[in-house]
């Protein structure tokens, strides 16, 4: 079953089954561990990155590398991909000016950039309060 539209590796499958499946993604609430994995990981050294941006910890960068990182780079390794987008989730649900509504519509429309399917998002809903 094909769940996230992106790009696949055996890393990054374990890693979105690890984190959104098994770990609940809720990015109000993410897991100890899932911050402790976003600090590990940096940004690459790829000729679509400039320069001053290689080399930075996911976990540090600014909304709009996160952005390209996640739904727009060429050349970036999957598991990369991913980790950029579940910390661009969880930058985004920190942001005064957005609703609940607005971050659970974003992570699951499957049709743009997001990462779990409405079906199986059932938790984020309830975890969140929306109706």
Not at 17 to 38: D, S, V
Not at 93 to 121: F, H, N, Q, R, W
């Given at each position: ?67 390209y990182l996640a739904?727009?780079?060429v050349g970036i ?55």
């Open positions: 079953m094909a769940i996230w539209k992106r790009k696949h590796s055996p890393k990054s499958r374990s890693l979105y089954r690890k984190y959104i499946f098994k770990g609940k993604f809720n990015p109000y609430n993410p897991t100890n561990e899932l911050l402790n994995e976003l600090r590990e990981w940096v940004t690459p050294s790829i000729r679509h990155i400039q320069e001053r941006d290689r080399g930075l910890r996911l976990s540090t960068i600014s909304m709009e590398l996160l952005e739904f727009d780079c390794s999957a598991h990369i991909q991913l980790l950029s987008a579940i910390q661009y989730y969880i930058k985004f649900a920190e942001d005064e000016d957005v609703t609940k509504e607005d971050v659970y519509i974003e992570i699951t429309d499957m049709e743009s950039c997001g990462l779990i399917p409405e079906i199986m998002a059932k938790y984020l809903r309830d975890e969140l309060e929306i109706v």
